[in-house]
């Protein structure tokens, strides 16, 4: 064999031989997993928003983090994923306010009822300087609020008769969010206030443990409650949204440029599930119609009744959430109409 060959043949070796180490080094290096858990189903408004998002985050990495998403409270009741994510062993969830609110109780301001007319209004609060100190609240309890997405305005929901005014709730078990806000509103309207995990929601209704829930048209035609609820009463009687939280024992593991992808996304899913929710709402209503179900529409005047009787709840709750807080939120949704 010649000089020359014997120093080809060593050089096509050595480049074999890189090129497969690259291989090999470039199959060492796995992508980010991410576990993401979410209450309703996968084809609810909160299934494709968590699609969106684990896209996009894909998308956005380069394929160097990939989103597992887990629907159908899968990986636990909002509480449960929350204390999992301040453990450290789930990464990201979405989740309601309300049990935000035992940790920090400032959430509990969204519970108050006929706070916003519009999600225009709603969206100017929770993305302005209010909603992003409530969010860097969470830190010091183990999460990281990244935005929020809509729920939606909560109507009412039962197995009973049509609710026209307030004194139609009498004497019906109505499922409320596990906070006291909730609980003191509806026990002022006259029902019997029952406080329940949405993921046991369902199984209560069709059992008649409860007569009745309240949720955003979307939650309630995605989740069949038609299938237990013959009516339907729009009370537009509180807006709530949902959080996107991180956990901050997983966060502080990331580089500071992982983190910034995950808050792009985010940002991403907010705007698409905001879309998707108000554009599903009107879907909603007739779906639920061509169910059977039988819609009524509290009158204004109703309305301004009910905010009357439930004044004494929302006066005690000012003062235990900080009437500084409230005076602000108020100013803000002021300032958005304007």
Request: aromatic share 6%; with cysteine; glycine share 8%.
């Amino acid at each position: 064999m010649s000089k020359t060959w014997k120093r080809t043949l060593l050089a096509i070796t050595a480049a074999v031989s890189c090129a497969c180490a690259g291989v090999a080094a470039a199959q060492d290096i796995k992508p980010r997993l991410i576990r993401f858990g979410y209450g309703l189903n996968e084809d609810s408004v909160q299934g494709r928003a968590a699609r969106h998002l684990a896209e996009e985050l894909e998308k956005l990495s380069g394929g160097k983090m990939k989103m597992k998403t887990f629907g159908s409270a899968s990986l636990g009741s909002d509480e449960q994923m929350q204390s999992a994510l301040v453990g450290g062993v789930q990464e990201m969830m979405v989740g309601s306010t309300a049990p935000l609110a035992t940790m920090v109780k400032e959430f509990g301001v969204f519970d108050l009822p006929f706070l916003f007319n519009t999600d225009q209004e709603a969206d100017a609060v929770l993305d302005g300087p209010l909603g992003e100190r409530l969010l860097k609240k969470l830190e010091a309890k183990g999460l990281v609020g990244l935005v929020y997405w809509e729920n939606g305005f909560r109507n009412l929901t039962n197995s009973k008769h049509p609710v026209v005014k307030a004194e139609d709730l009498e004497g019906i078990k109505l499922r409320v969010m596990q906070n006291q806000v909730a609980l003191g509103v509806f026990n002022a309207l006259g029902a019997n206030a029952v406080p329940m995990p949405f993921s046991e929601l369902f199984t209560a209704l069709e059992t008649r443990t409860v007569d009745g829930q309240e949720n955003p048209v979307t939650t309630i035609q995605s989740s069949k409650f038609y299938e237990v609820q013959p009516y339907l009463t729009m009370t537009r009687h509180v807006y709530t949204p949902w959080v996107l939280l991180a956990s901050k024992k997983w966060w502080d593991t990331l580089s500071p440029d992982e983190q910034k992808l995950i808050r792009q996304a985010a940002v991403a899913s907010r705007d698409f599930e905001r879309k998707d929710s108000r554009a599903d709402s009107q879907k909603a209503m007739d779906t639920l119609k061509s169910h059977g179900m039988k819609i009524n529409v509290v009158s204004d005047e109703e309305i301004a009744r009910m905010r009357q009787k439930v004044q004494p709840v929302v006066d005690k709750y000012t003062q235990e959430l900080g009437p500084e807080l409230v005076k602000e939120l108020q100013d803000e949704i002021q300032k958005a109409r304007g």
